[in-house]
């Protein structure tokens, strides 16, 4: 297993002269990434300066639930007036906040990097247009309801930490309304909303959940707004983090859309749709499902087009999707081992990632012979003689996947030199990669003796 890093995404991800439809835009700037920490929910609340929430006026005894007029006197007072009711208990549960944070990491497998809410943004987002068709006149902008709730720079994490479930559920239920508003301006605001609440707690996700957020937030999937669509899908990551909410996303159909969103929507867009798909992936039924709607393609799509972050999202869900058979062979089929070979020359910790996937597709027979066929053979020699520690494992174990068997790959790895970096690697290499290297030597020394003795008179 690889332990895929957290990244850190900076204050620049999304430029206003972004392309929102094209499959190729990828991000440019450098991910950083916590050892051990695979889920990205947690940088946005422990690395926040410790501003306070101020508001002018308080809210009325009685808000009502107006879902056509989601205003910031209606949610941001609201917000306010229940974090001021629960300050002094707040003060007390901040260090066993932090400690939760820290336990919801530990929800994956070292490999996984399924995030909460990679961007961590919404201020930005929320005050970005929508993107315009060339040559159109521009479009009068629609008033996007509550600005003070996503633009305001002081509305921070903070707040939502210090507000129980209990007293968050008018809020939450004004949002889910909102989604069904005939409005894109309002679904947009709500599904925002819910995006930010159930972006670090586990008691908030389970609240949105409970009352019926799932069923409203898949139909957003399919929306013509991109920004509509990837605060929907943002939203339904963070809140398959809960684990009664996988069966939830599950039973309400989701899974073929979140396929959609991975084929159409932004580069962000597409990485979070992969994300959640790799967190309804940790129940094993829905491998099955997610591979027969049609994941497997636009997944390796986004491994050749996408940015770093969006190719090791692609790397970590085909990880996880393919340990099916049936879902090796979609793989294969869709043209993943290509690029996979290609990235065994990366650096950063993508050739490790890479290899991890090949030695799973190497588990069938057609995995194989496409690895062959690639050039794959050369690539993990080369890996072998000038990789990481833990990149010689990966690719020696590839190699005694390809070699077991096939007296024809053990005469390819021959004329390509891998001899003197096995014998090397059985020397100096770690434990794991001496004993495979040592088994794959083996081999090789039986072919020769088979070879010498089928000459000798």
Known sequence: ????????SGSNRFPLDRNFYSPSSA??????????????TIRSTLYQDDRSCSFN??????????????????IDMRLGELATKNDNSSVNSSSSNEVDFLDISQAFSDFSACSSDISGELQRLASLPSPEKPGNPTPEVEPEPCNGFLQRETFSTEIIESISPE???????????????PSIAVKRSAAAKLRLLAKNRSDNRALIGESGAVPALIPLLRCS????????????LNLSLHEDNK???????????LVYVLKTGTETSKQNAACALLSLALIDENKTSIGACGAIPPLVALLI???????????????????????KERAVNAGAVKPLVAMIGEEGGMAEKAMVVLSSVAGIAEGREAIVEEG???????????GSVKGKEFAVLTLLQLCADSVRNRGLLVREGGIPPLAALSQTGSAKAKHKAETLLGYLREQRQEASSSTSP
């Not at 007293?167 to 508003?181: A, N, R, Y």
């Not at 069966?247 to 859309?257: E, R, V």
């Not at 087009?305 to 879902?327: H, M």
């Open 27 to 40: 991000s440019t700037s450098k991910i950083h990434r916590q050892t051990g920490r695979s889920m990205r």
């Open 167 to 181: 007293d968050l559920q008018p809020t939450v239920k004004i949002c889910i309304d909102g989604l069904q508003s």
């Open 376 to 386: 794959g053979i050369a690539a993990l020699v080369e890996a072998i003689e000038d």
């Open 305 to 327: 087009n996408g940015s770093n972050r969006g190719k090791k999202d692609a790397l970590t869900t085909l990880y996880k999707l393919c340990s099916l058979k049936q879902n």
């Open 247 to 257: 069966t939830l996303i599950t039973n309400a159909g989701a899974i073929k859309s």
């Open 57 to 74: 006026s308080s809210l009325p005894e009685k808000s009502g639930y107006a879902s056509e007029n989601l205003t910031d006197s209606v």
């Open 1 to 8: 297993m690889v332990s895929l890093e957290e990244s850190h």
């Open 225 to 236: 707004d991109p920004w509509t669509q990837e605060h929907s899908v943002t939203a339904l």
